[in-house]
């Protein structure tokens, strides 16, 4: 948030970044995530209607963003080495194409898709066929061989449709699938992102982004498609009359040409225009969210004026964008129209000379009305590709990004008495093997033993976020700042010590699902003990017992009685260490002076960073870390609890 | 906090109808006249066929080089007046849709807004969002999307049968012959359509729902080493998703092979029919070639009606949600009552309050009873108190002991099931405006000033200032764009606490007499606890005010404390006084007392305002909107 340099935490990394910079860039991108939203639910029956909302925003101006991580020349290393990997562009499509066997199975549907749409262009040739041979001549068996050959071609065609369309929602759904799982996996990377993206940005890059980039299969069989239509038309053409043929392509050239000029300028004004349609939802999200602050302030009425404020614009936008599509799709028409006139005159011409049959020129006339179907639908590929590329490329600035955080060194492996790889499950994981901590700024080392319950008052809330931070291990550590059983976190890296250390962030989120799901991993038994100590009785009896659904982001829960849960899941994880920032922040008085009582009850080795008189009272030792370079040290008690 | 159950009513198909049809009754000019044109537009172009018609017919005949310009032109004049007149009707009509669209969104937010909070804690404001997010997405989708596509389709089909009649009324028929075929195609692609298409939007939507929660706890999911878990569920959503999609896909081939033998059978007969006619002379051979493109012409846009009866079925239903929401505003629901309620009407903001009664109201509550619906334990259990004038009282008491529902009462957000609330004089037509900062911490989107212009929409900028700096968030008034800077996600990003100091600065802009605080932000750090608390202090002055204490110094500075348990009246007095009477209170007090006192931690040092609320959040922190 604000002053960028929070005092005090000069080796901090600001993920962030400078706001003000990057403002217009994150709201194209939130944009694109609301209206992708949209695009995902509304999205079932195939790929049509894909928005392509984000590509107002050009990524990738990360410059001041991007703090120099101290002290971790590994980083920097894997970073350099990631950048010849799967971030670019050809890489990202070739995993929506070509992964998995998908190359193969592409490939036999784009065939499909072209035997497809070369019945589609015998049809008319055919139907010229039946009055040229049959109707002209009055041939009763030349009828029924060729409207049996006309059968032929139906059923081929709508069997290669049928299979092709079968095998491409595999290709595609899959496809889509693995770009998502790829994108997901690195936003959740154990070792962090040198620059996270925000939550609006991450989600368009994981929904519409991916979505886009998948989308390229079916580019490919469309344009494979289309271009089937004109080749087989122009050499049925060409096959006619050469000159008639060659006039065709010529025209066909033409009309691509123009309509692609038009298609992109049209194109982005939509663009625009569609995102102020996508506004509305954001602010009626917003103030339906918000609703009971906006009753208790009694802002009803401003909420519905803002409302229809926003509603209005979006109906100018939805206008403006209809016609943009309406001048472009009559366009197409237009041209079409004319081209075919043109075609019909000239083929007419060459019939009254006695250059080509009745038959023939019905065949040319079907022809020329199915290739302006075809024509308008290749207009549009160019620009189809600039969006599907600009997605590619966040995507693959996503895959790129080097990690944050130093991966440790294996060899260095475990501190004494951890040598499961997993703390969380490995018997020794809760030996209590000791925790020395050097807060920055601070000279004497914090030694936490087994078993200890340690107060820590941090001057204001940003430096507890940091404090929690850098014991969660989610910035770079600098060495010999925390030690777990001897062995420096740096050389652990993130994913050892946060086995060993639970430092949950303050704002931990709850994921909807089952009380018990936000408690505790699959199969494991919630522990009354701790049930108990977070005084989180009356949270189960709320919502019925720990198998009831918590709602989107625990959105059954009260403020409170979200942030016990959080706490009670904190002290499941049996680490060696678990460290809570400020736990009690939205928990009245009284429950928190049980929740404190609680926790001194417990056997874990917990490191409270708090503020609150109530907490501070049970703990062992308090260290006030006020910036004076030296910690206060007491024993509130001067006993042991 | 009740069951996430909708229970918003939704219309059945035939209110919904006649919603729709009301609405675009209001423009039926307007709706005919674009109509009009569209149809002519579409006329236009479907002079083509029988102009190639007679192409065939002048070749056969010999006619000249001349004859065959003519129709050439003629088809070039036909796609230029048909691409005209689409262009203006689509326009026309696009613009019609949109306004309508509108009005209904607007009246939909505006009546879900005005909703009384009861209706919306037991219906779950999942619903409504819901409702004002996705159906209204849905609606608008299918009028932007598919009603011009299926407008043009029906349009284009029925004039080229119309086309077809003029042409021969033989061939017309022949025509016909598919039309049982479509018939049924559509009744059983219908029929098991929105079964799979329903599930995959479920699965869909809830995949994007698990994106979104990994996306925002993405540093929870780190800390836990739960990155497994989180990419499993995803995949498993996310397969079955690409599975049911696979079903659809099944259902829509076995449609468009019925669609496809629909057009064989179609265009066989007037093909045979055409035989028929040439040989006994009774047509041309242009006008069966006429006939023969008619049909062909009509795949394309048979093919678009019947695929789109889908969406429209969806949009449908929709519609039905949004119109159940409408006609609770003007069907004498309970959204009426709203009107009158002092929360909204009385309000120093509003734009059209009422004049201010002067002075400073007292508040009295005598024997209030109050159970939330469906859950036999009441909440309270008669309840008495008073706030005397311009003075201030503390609530204390565990979580579940009833007092947030208590100053929710007392904020007149809800009636008591049995007692009394009056604010001030009864006699007044209008209650004092009663100001309530709730618990939930809620950011809008928009600008710093956006965010204070909540509370009043027409504050001048010095006012916003003035405000600002009154309840001490000098942080605010240094941010870089200063009162245009863009909060939350996409801009700068806020924590709780300064959010809520924003909460505060609108009381102050609001300018209650009558306020009740419930907020519960107590970030940490002895710096931050004194701003607010000065903050506070500033609010409640000169004001007559209730404060949900969620911390003890909150009590401390309060004329009278009440302290409850499980409902009911524990003990109330001033502070000294229920120290000296050693109850609960006192117990409470002294344990927090004790440590408060000790040296090393300061509890109420004042910190130097500017490094207390700000701080740069990463993804977890961002409060989340309801997706």
Known sequence: MTPPEAPGTAGTVEVSGAPGARTTEAAAAAGAAEATGAGEAAGAAGARGIDEAGTAGAHGTDEAGTPEAPGTPEARAAGAAGALGPGTVRALFRVALLRDGRGHRMALTTLAFMLHQLCEALVPVLIGVVIDRAMAPAGRAALFRWLAVLAGVFVVLSLSYQRASSSMVTVYGHGEHE??????????????????????????????????????????????????????????????????????????????????????????????????????????????????????????????????????????????????????????????????????????????????????????????????????????????????????????????????????????????????????????????????????????????????????????????????????????????????????????????????????????????????????????????????????????????????????????????????????????????????????????????????????????????????????????????????????????????? | MSPEQGTLPVADARRTRRELLRRLGAHRGRLAASLLVLLGGTAATLVTPPVLGDVVDAVTAGAGRGRIAVLGLTLALAAAVGAGLSYAGGRMLAALVQQVLAGLREDVFETAVRLPLNTLESAGSSDVVSRVTHDVEAVSEAASDVLPEVTHAALTTGLSLLGLAVLDYRLALAGLVCLPVHIHAARWFLARSHLVYGDIRRLESARGQLVIEAVRGAETIRAYRAQRHHLDELAGRSLRAVERQRDGMRLRNRFNGLLNTAEYLGLAAVLMTGFVLVGSGAVSLGTATAAALYVHRLFGPVGVLLDSLDDIQRATVGLSRLVGITDLGHGGGPGESEGASPGEGGHPGGDDGPEQPSGRPEIEVRGVSYAYEGSARPVLRDISLRVPAGTSLALVGASGSGKSTLARLIAGLGEPDRGRITVGAAETPYAPARYLVTQEVHLFGGTLADNLRMARPRATDAELRRALREVGAEWALRLDSGLDTVLGPTGVPLDDGSVQHLALARVLLADPPVVVLDEATAESGPGTGALLQAALARVTRGRTSVVVAHRLEQARHADRVLVLRHGEVAEQGTHQELLAAGGEYAALWTAYDRTARRPGIPTARPGPADHTAIRPGPADHTPAPLA
Request: with cysteine; hydrophobic share 45%.
């Open chain 1, 179 to 641: 770009l998502r799982q790829r994108a997901m996996t690195r936003l959740l990377d154990p070792r962090s992102l040198r620059r996270r993206p925000g939550p609006g940005e991450a989600l368009s890059l994981v929904s519409s982004d991916a979505y886009r980039v998948a989308g390229v299969s079916w580019s490919v069989v469309q344009q494979a498609s289309a271009l089937t239509a004109i080749l087989v038309a122009s050499a049925v053409l060409l096959t006619i009359s050469v000159p008639l043929g060659l006039g065709v392509i010529a025209g066909t050239v033409l009309v691509l040409v123009v309509m692609h000029r038009v298609s992109m300028p049209l194109e982005a004004r939509g663009l625009a225009e569609q995102s102020a349609a996508a506004r509305a939802g954001e602010v009626a999200t917003d103030m339906i969210a918000g609703l009971r602050v906006v009753i208790g302030m009694g802002g009803r009425a401003e909420a519905a004026r803002r409302y229809r404020a926003v509603s209005d614009a979006s109906r100018h936008g939805a206008v403006a964008a209809s016609r943009s599509v309406l001048a472009y799709g009559n366009l197409g028409t237009l041209l079409s129209g004319v081209f075919l006139a043109a075609l019909t005159t000239a083929s007419a011409w060459l019939a009254l000379d006695g250059r080509l049959t009745v038959g023939r020129l019905v065949t040319v006339l079907g022809l020329a009305q199915y290739l302006q179907g075809a024509l308008a639908q290749a207009g549009a590929f160019a620009s189809h590709w600039a969006h599907k590329r600009a997605s590619a490329r966040r995507l693959g600035g996503l895959m790129d990004e080097p990690p944050l955080l130093a991966p440790g060194r294996a060899r260095h492996a475990d501190p004494a008495g951890c040598s499961g790889r997993d703390g969380r499950h490995s018997p020794d994981g809760q030996d209590g093997t000791a925790v020395r901590w050097l807060p920055p700024g601070h000279r004497a080392p914090l030694d936490l033993r087994p078993g200890d319950l340690v107060g820590v008052v941090p001057r204001d809330p940003a430096h507890a976020r940091d404090l929690s931070d850098r014991l969660g291990y989610r910035v770079p550590l600098g060495r010999g700042e925390l030690l777990i059983g001897g062995a420096d976190a740096v050389d652990l890296g993130p994913e050892r010590v946060r086995a060993r250390i639970t430092a949950p962030p303050h704002h931990g989120a709850v994921f909807s699902g089952t009380l018990r799901s936000n408690l505790v991993p699959e199969g494991q038994e919630p522990d009354p003990a701790v049930l108990g100590a977070v005084v989180l009785d009356d949270v189960l009896e709320h919502i019925g017992g720990d198998r009831a659904e918590v709602g989107e982001h625990g959105r059954r829960l009260s403020g409170g009685q979200r942030q016990r849960l959080l706490l009670a899941r904190a002290l499941h994880t049996g680490a060696g260490l678990v460290v809570l920032d400020e736990p009690t922040t939205a928990i009245d008085p009284v429950t928190e002076q049980r929740v404190a009582e609680g926790l001194r009850g417990l056997p874990a080795t917990v490191l409270l960073i708090t503020a609150s008189p109530i907490l501070l009272s049970v703990c062992d030792r308090v260290v006030v870390l006020d910036g004076d370079d030296h910690a206060h040290d007491h024993d509130p008690k001067g006993t042991h609890r």
